[in-house]
């Protein structure tokens, strides 16, 4: 598609504009030409444009030519994109903001994002990020295009009021807000560039990099084993993480501190933990996890609970986890005569659904190939009519 001169393109009310070449040079499906100056307006989440890059991109760079209403450039630039496999295409939006960051569109968050907090409390951060989200998702691909020098995203002047420019760093949603941490850049050009692309499907935004929301807990578990308790939890990144405390209750009010356990300061890859309370209270015992930051800053996530002498309650869990392509969902304790499993990726959509009929569920182990799977964080769900039971695995 050629979009000549000053031509405008404008969607509304959901429309998918579908680039869908044949040819190996497909980075080149989506082009300005003449005085180049002309632009597609999104304007709306669910406006879609779909560009299909086939078995890969030849490394050359995709510009998704969007501007606001005024005209003014906010486009998407994946720079330096490696080949990925399968016949698969990246879908692309923007959508304006109100000063709260809800969509104006809809009013709401866009979808599956939930908070705009800042780093180390339920404080609402939107007085520091942007006006403006960018949506980027992979599409049937077997193994996902990596986008080798990152991201990139333009901004108008309106979309930043308040904020200072050089202070803008790139964060996306997945199930919490997550800071790529293998280098940011910005510069004092409408732009600003992240040098990570996780390959995952997610909502970006612009954040101050003095005030940015918070980095992602993926799991907190705590399990009986011969009489003790096993306290496990995973990250998917960390920002300025000094420390860990444990904390355990027997009411889930009153709060001991238990141990503590240092973090690993900065880091993007999934790093798990684990400890040991070798002497639970009698009956239910809370447990709850304390983060802290260099700064002194500290967030509190959980809490969990777990009753060493009552083994008769549902349960569900989930191994190995992380995993690689065979998952098993251990099923206890649960009456009933039929039941589903579904399984959602990072942004909600469902991905696998499976019934399970009484001898499935009296069987208790359930074996899923998910080998298929592209890798990232995924919530498996249980449900029947009298248990329901939500758990984060993750795909290495």
């Known amino acids: 598609m050629f979009i000549n001169d000053n031509a405008v393109i404008t969607m509304k009310g959901g429309a998918y504009l579908i680039a869908n070449p044949t040819l190996a040079n497909a980075y080149r499906a989506i082009r300005l030409t003449g005085t180049q100056t002309g632009y597609i307006v999104c304007e709306e989440e669910i406006n879609k444009v ?18 606001n ?20 295409a990246m879908v692309f939006s923007t959508a304006p903001t109100t000063p709260d960051n809800k969509l ?27 006006d403006r989200f960018w949506f980027v998702e992979y599409y049937n691909y077997a193994n996902k295009p990596l986008c080798q020098d990152g991201f990139t995203f333009y901004y108008a002047n309106a979309d930043i009021v308040g904020l200072t420019e050089n202070d803008l760093l790139a964060q996306y949603w997945n199930s919490g807000w997550v800071m790529p941490l293998s280098g940011i850049l910005w510069d004092l050009n409408n732009d600003c560039a992240s040098i990570t692309d996780p390959r995952i499907s997610a909502p970006w935004v612009l954040v101050s990099k003095n005030n940015v929301l918070p980095v992602e807990l993926i799991s907190l578990n705590a399990a009986c084993k011969d009489e003790n308790v096993h306290i496990s939890w995973s990250t998917a990144s960390e920002t300025n993480n000094d420390y860990f405390t444990i904390e355990r209750s027997s009411d889930a009010a009153d709060w001991q501190y238990l141990m503590s356990m240092p973090g690993h300061g900065n880091s993007n890859t999934i790093l798990n933990y684990s400890a040991t309370d070798n002497n639970p209270f009698k009956g239910i015992s809370y447990y709850r996890l304390r983060q802290t930051d260099f700064d002194g800053k500290s967030e509190i996530f959980g809490p969990v609970s777990v009753n060493c002498e009552e083994e008769t309650m549902p349960q569900m869990s989930c191994y190995p986890n992380p995993f690689n392509s065979v998952l098993v969902v251990d099923i206890k304790n649960v009456d009933t005569d039929k039941a589903v499993i579904r399984i959602f990726d990072a942004i909600g959509k469902k991905v696998f659904e499976k019934d399970l009929d009484k001898y499935q569920i009296e069987t208790q ?27 984060k695995i993750v795909k290495e």
Do not use: C, H
């Not at 779909?50 to 510009?63: P, Q």
């Not at 964080?377 to 939500?390: E, L, M």
């Open 104 to 130: 104006i569109s809809t009013g709401a968050y866009p979808s599956n994002v939930t908070n705009m907090f800042t780093n180390g409390s339920t404080a609402d951060n939107s007085i520091n990020t942007a």
């Open 69 to 88: 209403a005024s005209g003014v450039v906010v486009k998407i630039k994946m720079i330096n994109i490696a080949a990925g496999s399968a016949d698969g």
């Open 365 to 391: 182990r359930i074996t899923i190939d998910l080998q298929g799977f592209s890798k990232g964080i995924y919530s498996v769900q249980f449900n029947s009519d009298s248990f329901t039971s939500t758990s």
């Open 50 to 67: 779909v560009w299909w890059l086939r078995n890969g991109a030849n490394t050359n760079n995709i510009e998704v030519p969007f501007a």
